[in-house]
């Protein structure tokens, strides 16, 4: 990792860099006379275009990542375009997505998740259908495409990550008269390319190629109103999700094999009223330890997800509210018993639970248990922000911490991985056009994270970021 401190770091450039996109936004939104919502380009025929530019700066003092040692930092680029045509009910969509990051080093984490220049994020042809019985609303979108569902947990289109994941396939989704929703997903996952880090670290061009070799499927339903008028704004959700995998010549694999039912109770926040949000998941299967083509041996999956939270929101100026949560993600209780109890996370979000990610990111949806606190306001239509807290445990002892590379087999270093702070704050400079975003996160670390055979040994990790974000 780099160990350089702030005090050597470029800060002129992060600072002429977030100005001048700052100025060039305002100036933007002045010349067109300021208007208070985005519209995008169109003409007669139904052709639209839009998109978005965006800019962060990270930075991170005292890696938590097994090896890593003193500071890192980031200048993530990212930037979208999509243009549509819509001819009655049969639309076509082309988005490129441009991900590239500077100013990092050799030990920066740099993945797929942070870089991917200039690509097809999206290929897709939608039929939308009128006379489906019993529906309201239903469309087909067939092709490459972004996927956001439900919680999001299981599968989103991502935010803070610099680069969009896609899938390519089959996608319905259907309204009914009363609000329920249905959706249908057959999908591959694309493979964002090149992975290698040498080439990461160069920002080198190389076509995404669809991973034929893994399949993704769902059925999930969401049941508008589930308590009537007594207690509005309630939602039920169930759901079942597949991934069947096999290894291809340049995509080995570690040939998974998962069924995963699962529900969900949902209320959204309101002013002067509590909500919340209950979802629990099992996933069983089969998989291998790895992907190594020389890995034959069958595991037994068995493992299970919960997130549970409960919030109320005041009503006073900046409409305060206040929530409790509890995150938990199985982990492998025994690593040499043949079974595989890891809950591990495969396209869903981790940002809205778990906190900033980025170069930091320490905690994942996978052997953890992690109640916390979270306190947020909105002083403005313009203005808001949250501050959270996390007590974060491993679920299993033996098991790794995942995000880390920490691990200790013989259970002696204890589950407490530490605590963690996360915070963020927005601001709309120009309304619905250009935004500003800073955030910093800490993690203390506990017993395990600094007593573990393989742990750092840095002590607390700082975090901060600012960015700016243009839509047209």
């Known amino acids: 990792m780099a160990r350089g401190t702030a005090s050597t770091r470029p800060a002129w450039l992060v600072a002429i860099t977030l100005g001048l996109t700052a100025v060039c936004g305002v100036e933007a939104s002045a010349a067109q006379g300021a208007p208070t919502t985005a ?10 275009i839009r998109g978005e530019t965006r800019v962060r700066y990270e930075t991170l003092e005292g890696q938590f990542r097994a090896g890593g040692s003193g500071g890192d930092q980031a200048l993530a680029f990212r930037t979208l375009l999509l ?24 030990g920066t984490p740099l993945s797929t998740s942070i870089v991917n220049p200039l690509d097809v994020l999206q290929a897709y042809v939608r039929v939308d259908l009128d006379n489906v019985p019993g529906q309201k609303t239903a469309s087909l979108k067939l092709g490459r495409q972004t996927l956001d569902i439900g919680s999001r947990r299981v599968i989103e289109r991502v935010e803070m990550a610099n680069v969009i994941f896609a899938y390519t396939g089959a996608y319905w989704r259907s309204v009914n008269a009363g609000g329920d929703e249905l959706h249908l997903v057959y999908v591959s996952p694309v493979g964002r390319l090149p992975a290698d880090r040498a080439s990461l670290g160069e920002n080198l061009l190389s076509g995404d190629e669809e991973e034929w ?17 007594e207690v509005p704004g309630v939602w039920a ?3 079942l999700y597949g991934l069947d995998e096999r290894d291809e010549a340049d995509v080995p694999t570690p040939n998974r094999h998962y069924l995963q039912p699962g529900v969900r109770l949902f209320r959204a926040p309101g002013v002067g009223r509590l909500d ?4 629990a998941a099992y996933r069983f299967g089969t998989r291998r330890q790895t992907a190594a083509p020389t890995d034959t041996r069958d595991l037994d999956v068995s493992a299970s997800m919960l997130h549970a939270h409960i919030g109320y929101t005041f009503d006073r100026p900046w409409r305060p509210r206040v929530s409790v949560d509890y995150d938990y993600a199985g982990g492998d209780r025994n690593p040499t018993d043949g079974e595989y ?8 979000s981790r940002r809205t639970d778990l906190g900033n990610t980025g170069i930091f990111g320490p905690l994942t949806p ?3 248990s992690a109640p916390g606190v979270r306190i947020e306001a909105s002083p403005s239509q313009r203005l808001d922000f949250r501050l959270a807290y996390k007590a974060a445990f491993l679920a299993q002892g033996l098991d790794a911490w995942v995000v880390a590379r920490v691990q200790d087999s013989t259970g002696q270093s204890g589950r407490f991985i530490g605590h963690t702070l996360d915070s963020r704050l927005r601001f709309w400079l120009s309304p619905d056009r250009l935004r500003l975003e800073v955030g910093a996160s800490a993690l203390i670390p506990g017993g395990f994270a600094r007593e573990a055979p393989n742990a750092s040994g840095e002590g607390t990790t700082l975090f901060g970021y600012a960015q700016i974000t243009r839509t047209f």
């Open 39 to 48: 519209q995008p380009a169109a003409d007669p025929v139904g052709f639209t």
């Open 83 to 106: 243009a549509e045509v819509n001819r009655g009910p049969i639309a076509a969509g082309l988005e490129f997505q441009d991900s590239r990051s500077y100013l990092d080093d050799a």
């Open 213 to 229: 070799g893994r399949r993704f499927w769902g059925i999930h339903y969401r049941r508008a109103n589930l308590l009537g008028t």
């Open 237 to 239: 959700e169930a759901f």
């Open 276 to 279: 919340g949000d209950l979802e």
């Open 341 to 348: 109890g890891q809950f591990e996370r495969l396209f869903g």
């Open 366 to 368: 996978a052997n953890l």
